[in-house]
């Protein structure tokens, strides 16, 4: 028997067993390196503009990516074959993804407006080695040893980056990077995940 | 039932294992579906619907069936009344625990 802790750890588990989150995840971070790395050489006018407009933008997107199109494909690909469950959001988790959200925002507004604000030659070592122990623990804390894999690509490749680039760049093409190693690993899951036969109607 | 000290009126509806096992299932979750509580508890399909019809018909649980495509699907959710019972026995038996 489960107690309520387990039994919200196997609900997280569940919802992870499909690859649909990190899907959503790396596309998320495609798109927040991609603008990362790229505001470099966009018009000063522009720049401007997309500050105050795309981190907000790509918050707004996630939430309804998040809230409406995964729920609804999990409806369709995974209750079919492993069963149904969306893991309840407390207060404290929806406090933090909020907090979260706010924050990446209002960092990204202020990198960007700020032209090469945090020109620090360190930042992209710094971000990759959060990155690393962020997909690290998460890989401890949901039992997922995918995320193990991930967390080791995530170290090869802020090893792999060249300290010569730019701060901005460096960031950039690391999230970049993880993103598409995210989407690559989640849409191979799903594949996998796809093979399982439909079991008799319950 | 009652505990050593005659206080704790545990919920009997909760108490028992296979129940107790889907509602702390549940109470973790938003919702969830036949299929998932199948897998998790490991009762079979008849034992795992006669416990759930005994939740339902205790106001502790909403049922809604429907289908997908053509697929048949049945999503439970704990009401608040559900919530609360399981709360309020967890607090019984932490209480009895002593912890």
Redesign the interface.
């Known amino acids: ?4 802790n387990d ?2 750890l ?2 997280t588990r ?1 919802w992870n067993i499909d690859g649909l989150p990190d899907i959503e995840a790396g596309g998320l971070l495609i798109l927040w390196g991609g603008v990362l790395a790229g505001h470099e050489i966009w018009p000063s006018r522009l720049t401007a503009i997309a500050s105050g407009i795309l981190p907000v933008l790509l918050v707004a997107v996630f939430l309804i990516v998040d809230a409406l199109l995964v729920p609804r494909l999990k ?2 690909l995974t ?2 074959r ?8 407390t207060p404290y988790r929806r406090g933090t993804a909020a907090g979260l959200g706010a924050f990446s925002a209002a960092a990204m507004m202020a990198w960007i407006a700020g032209g090469r604000g945090l020109d620090r030659p360190h930042m992209p070592s710094i971000v990759a080695g959060l990155g690393t122990l962020f997909l690290a623990y998460c890989g401890w804390r949901f039992r997922l040893p995918r995320l193990f894999a991930y967390a080791v690509a995530a170290a090869a490749v802020g090893l792999a980056l060249p300290p010569t680039w730019p701060p901005d760049l460096g960031v950039g093409a690391f999230q970049v990077a993880v993103g598409t190693l995210l989407l690559a690993g989640g849409g191979l899951t799903l594949r996998r995940f796809l093979r399982i036969p ?2 008799e ?2 | 039932v009652t505990g050593p000290r005659g206080d704790a009126d545990l919920d009997r509806l909760i108490h028992e294992p296979a129940r107790l096992h889907i509602v702390a299932l549940l109470f973790a979750a938003e919702e969830a579906d036949f299929l998932y509580l199948l897998r998790e508890t490991g009762l079979t399909k008849g034992n795992l619907s006669s416990h759930l019809t005994r939740l339902e018909e205790a106001g502790y649980l909403d049922v809604h069936k429907g289908f997908v495509g053509k697929i048949a699907r049945t999503v439970c959710l704990l009401t608040p009344l559900g919530r609360a019972a399981f709360a309020t026995y967890r607090a019984q038996l932490r209480a009895l625990a002593g912890v």
């Not at chain 1, 492993?82 to 959001?89: I, K, N, Q």
């Open positions: 028997m489960k107690t309520p039994a919200g196997a609900a569940h409806r369709r209750y079919p492993a069963g149904y469950v969306r893991p309840r959001a439909v079991p109607t319950p």
